[in-house]
Nanobody
């Protein structure tokens, strides 16, 4: 099982980026999926999460600017980020709670994609 994150890059303040994450491999099911971020010198923090039913939850600093969506049938997770600020600069990680074919639930992390907001 592997999570692969895409879409980071350099963007000016006020700009937008869309991050994507794909879960590949052999597994039985995916429960919650989420985006986290880690800025230099900071702890990793939750940005947004979405349940299997599509119920989203956001960190306060992401509300009204970011939108998390997922397509359960195809194992894709997205994060649309608008009105980006320099303080959004971080490595963004996707996370998923996945039930392996043997029945155990495990947490998986993607490799991270760097988002830099700078003029």
């Amino acid at each position: 099982v592997q999570l692969q994150a895409f879409g980071g890059g350099l963007v000016r303040p006020g700009g937008s980026l869309r991050l994507s994450c794909f879960a590949s491999g052999s597994f039985a099911d995916i429960d919650n999926m989420a985006w986290y971020r880690q800025a230099p010198g900071e702890q990793r923090e939750l940005v947004a999460s979405v349940t299997r039913a599509g119920i989203a939850n956001y960190a306060d600093n992401a509300k009204s600017r970011f939108t998390v969506t997922r397509f359960h049938a195809t194992n894709w997770l997205y994060l649309q980020m608008n009105s980006l600020k320099p303080e959004d600069t971080a490595v963004y990680y996707c996370h998923a709670n996945i039930r392996e074919e043997g029945g155990d639930w495990r947490d998986y992390w993607g490799q991270g994609t760097l988002v830099t907001v700078s003029s």
